[in-house]
């Protein structure tokens, strides 16, 4: 298997619900660090997709059954629900199509409301909102958790994961492939490529490509937990001149999301000016009386999207069968998160079928977090402290996170501060790591025995302490 986001390890975890050998190649230092690292974390419910469609399917299978899925991964989940908002004629028609389509796909709980009625559920709303479609069952989770998560469990039941590892070369060979990799290769009977903006190059490794991926990118801005005025639902702007929407998003840890901007040939995790201003500018359309002085990070997502050779768009998964033996998962765009564990299902049933591979009675989908110590009651957390003495050293103030957790996050596999931070959530809070960075560079460096200024922020060789952050 190549590729170790998401979908590489939800699909190695459904692997290995068979007998069958997982070895997870990954170009970078972990799990989750490309496309899988910076998405808008919403659980889609089925109404953006065409009645009947793969994507349709998966997406309204995945929303049903997220609560079991997070309560096996031990990963928080909120099912807030949602409001596409719309604030004139040719969004209350986008509201009537998508309201249509959820039906047709099954999705449950949906009605649609006027303005006044959205206001009752969200306050914050503007006045001019029209019309609104309430989908309850609408979720966020953290992205990062839920792939850390998968891939710890894939682990726990038996696939080896290979990180530092870049695939330079596949070859067919009697009876499977050979991938060569800077170091070694590797012979499988069976390659599923998950490779994510790389994915189409994979594949032209071996086989002709058909499709190309167009990496776009988009930005985002996060507002403190503290903020005012902040919406309970999941907000989906739908703008009356057409175009790019935005997401409002209260997330699990207690801060609101706002984004994404869209931008064409993004290369890079950088932001745009613009696109900042374009989400302040929309933000305050649909929610007038939000602080966006609360803004406490800026971030930016870089997409796959995926278009055919001869230039032709894709409104759908692209899911590759070139040769026996042989996927590949080319430009799995949104809903990719939400589909995570289905597409890694399939990923698995069609492996199985093709290695003519049998129940693997010994797996377990269960795996327990990294036990934290924020929320719990005084009592509780003395017996944590009690237990381990580095629960009572607290490492990030903002975000309550202590030593024990850092340590356990390092032992779990991160050797990055990024790594800590998307085990743990430390640097994440109101000063991004500005009280908390160097102490996790202290334990990092002490943890793998190297020096502190070897220590890097995101696995890209940047220095520590010449990185430059993204806070605004």
């Known amino acids: 298997m190549i590729g170790g986001g998401l979908l590489g390890c939800f699909a190695a975890r459904n692997l290995r619900r068979r007998n069958i050998s997982v070895a997870l190649l990954e170009a970078r230092e972990d799990v989750c660090t490309g496309v899988s690292r910076a998405n808008t974390a919403i659980v889609y419910s089925g109404c953006d997709h065409k009645p009947r469609t793969l994507k349709a399917e998966m997406t309204v299978r995945a929303n049903a059954g997220f609560d079991r899925l997070c309560r096996e991964l031990d990963v928080p989940f909120s099912r807030c629900g949602s409001l596409m908002v719309s604030l004139g004629e040719r969004g209350n028609e986008v509201l009537r199509r998508k309201l249509a389509q959820g039906q047709a796909n099954g999705v449950p709980g949906l009605r649609l409301l006027g303005g006044a009625q959205a206001r009752e559920l969200e306050p914050g709303l503007t006045d001019k909102v029209s019309m609104a479609l309430y989908v309850p069952g609408t979720g966020t989770v953290n992205p990062w958790a839920l792939g850390i998560a998968a891939g710890e469990n894939a682990a726990a039941n038996g696939a080896e994961f290979f990180l530092n590892t870049r695939v330079m070369n596949i070859s067919a060979a009697d009876g499977g492939y050979i991938l060569e990799t800077e170091e070694e290769s590797f012979f499988c009977r069976c390659v599923l490529n ?34 005012e005025n ?92 070139p040769a026996p033996g042989f996927w590949s998962f080319i430009g799995i765009k949104t809903p990719g998160m939400t589909c995570a564990d289905e597409l890694g299902r399939f990923a698995a049933k069609k492996a199985a079928a093709y290695l003519k591979a049998a129940q693997n009675r010994a797996f377990t989908p269960y795996r327990e977090g990294v036990r934290k110590a924020h929320g719990l009651c005084p009592e509780r957390r003395n017996a944590l402290i009690a237990e381990d003495a580095d629960y009572g050293e607290i490492i990030c103030h903002c975000e309550d996170v202590t030593k024990a957790e850092v340590l356990e996050a390092i032992r779990r596999g991160a050797v990055t ?17 500005g009280r908390c960075r160097q102490k996790l560079v202290e334990l990092l460096a002490l943890e793998m025995g190297i020096a502190e200024n070897a220590v890097t922020r995101d696995g890209t060789g940047s220095n520590i302490l010449g990185g430059r952050y993204e806070a605004l």
């Open 194 to 227: 998950c490779a994510g903006l790389a994915a189409d190059m994979v594949q032209a490794l071996i086989f002709p490509p058909t499709v190309r991926i167009m990496p776009d990118a988009g930005d985002y801005l996060v507002l403190d937990r503290e903020t």
């Open 417 to 433: 501060v990024d790594g800590i931070k998307r085990r743990t959530g430390a640097g994440m809070g109101r000063c991004q790591g």
């Open 230 to 321: 902040a919406p309970g639902h999941i907000l989906q702007y739908e703008p009356e001149d057409g175009g790019k929407g935005l997401s409002a998003v209260p997330t699990v840890e207690g801060s609101l999301l706002l984004g994404p901007s869209e931008r064409e040939n993004g290369t890079d995790y950088a932001t745009d000016r613009e696109g900042l201003a374009f989400i302040r500018e929309q933000t305050l359309k649909l929610l007038p009386e939000i602080d966006l002085n609360n803004t406490i990070r800026s971030f930016a997502a870089v997409r796959p999207n995926p278009r055919k050779v001869d230039g032709g768009s894709i409104g759908s998964f692209v899911i590759e069968n």
